[in-house]
């Protein structure tokens, strides 16, 4: 039955949130809306700002909902005289916690990415900067979007972009070199419609190199080079010559800690289940959180390399060529081989510079 129809129609507060409207009426009783989406969005616009969400439901004519009322509620009927919908009861008391002013930016029907954010975080990606810098420039936890949100547009602007004929010609390589080496193994992994968001790859030669050197891995996400600047993602070890061996590799949709976690396990798997006794990579708190799963008695240490570019940023004022600083920070980080030499070298380092309350 559409709801037009019925005699009576209720609004009270619950979890699933549909319309946003700019500005909003305090309900009173005997108030008149041209139509129902005009009294629900009305009504959801107050609840956006009480802290509470709504949905509808509708009655039968003279069905008596009174004995059914446990929380705030808005009861409109259909005027037939003048074709609109009059406001015949409203009840503002609540039997549960509203949300609080600085949480409700957080609720789903506050949720709102406008089209230039869209476009800044796309900017952002293609120029390989921080995405997560987008929310603080907008204004930072009190708008309708985060960094989840920023990162899902992305993973929708792939999915839109992602070519079926490419993700096949993949798919085909893949069979073709399995053929060719029973031991090259791959893997894809699938959205919920179906489409090829990840991809995971290794030979033979790289399983074989891990079996013998794989003690120390590093793994990160630097290269973005690719027709659909997804991110390149390489396991890297060192044989007994000193030369970069590659124990597989990965193209990846997004860097979320779901599409690591997937990725490590993955991996681990192919490897025989044996986990690296050490993973060497960038700070990325999302990885911090998938190795955690996956891998829980790995010891996990952060690039010195991503570490030392931070150096001129951070420390601009004493870390600059021929520095004594510079110098001294060098040999306090390459030349201490012990947890206590090195702390005591590096506070010294932090006193003589002046630097000890530098977080």
């Not at 409203?90 to 509203?98: A, S, Y």
Request: glycine residues 6%; hydrophobic residues 30%.
């Amino acid at each position: 039955m559409e709801l037009e129809s019925l005699n009576d129609v209720e609004v009270r507060d619950t979890e699933t949130p549909d319309n946003n409207v700019e500005g909003f009426k305090t309900p009173t009783i005997g108030m008149y809306f041209e139509t129902i989406e005009e009294a629900r969005n009305n009504y959801e616009r107050y609840g956006q700002e009480n802290g509470f969400w709504i949905h509808t439901r509708g009655s039968d004519k003279g069905r008596n909902m009174s004995n059914e009322v446990t929380r705030a509620y808005l009861w409109i009927m259909h005027d037939k005289w003048n074709c609109k919908w009059k406001v015949t009861g409203f009840d503002e008391n609540h039997n549960h916690p509203l949300v609080t002013p600085s949480k409700r930016i957080k609720m789903k029907s506050n949720r709102n990415m406008p089209k230039a954010v869209k476009n800044l975080t796309e900017t952002f990606h293609r120029e390989n900067i921080d995405i997560s810098k987008v929310p603080s420039i907008f204004g930072g936890e009190y708008i309708g979007f985060d960094n989840r949100n920023c990162y899902n547009h992305l993973r929708n602007v792939r999915h839109r972009d992602l070519d079926c004929g490419d993700a096949q010609s993949v798919l085909d390589y893949f069979k073709d070199k399995q053929v060719q080496n029973p031991q090259f193994f791959y893997a894809i992994q699938c959205d919920e419609s179906g489409r090829a968001v990840n991809f995971f790859l290794v030979d033979s030669r790289s399983r074989m190199a891990y079996h013998y050197f794989g003690d120390v891995v590093t793994f990160d996400t630097t290269y973005q080079t690719n027709k659909y600047d997804m991110p390149f993602a390489p396991f890297t070890g060192v044989n007994h010559h000193m030369q970069s061996i590659q124990y597989g590799c990965a193209l990846l949709q997004d860097e979320t800690e779901t599409t690591f976690e997937w990725l490590f396990k993955t991996w681990l798997d192919v490897m025989g289940g044996r986990p690296p006794s050490s993973i060497i990579t960038d700070q990325d708190l999302r990885m911090k959180g998938a190795i955690a799963k996956v891998f829980p008695n790995t010891r996990h240490r952060l690039c010195l390399w991503h570490i030392k570019k931070k150096f001129v940023e951070k420390l601009s004022q004493v870390y600059y060529k021929r520095s004594k600083f510079k110098k001294d920070m060098k040999e306090c980080i390459m030349r201490t081989y012990k947890k206590d030499d090195f702390e005591k070298r590096w506070m010294l380092l932090m006193k003589e510079n002046g630097l000890e309350s530098n977080q």
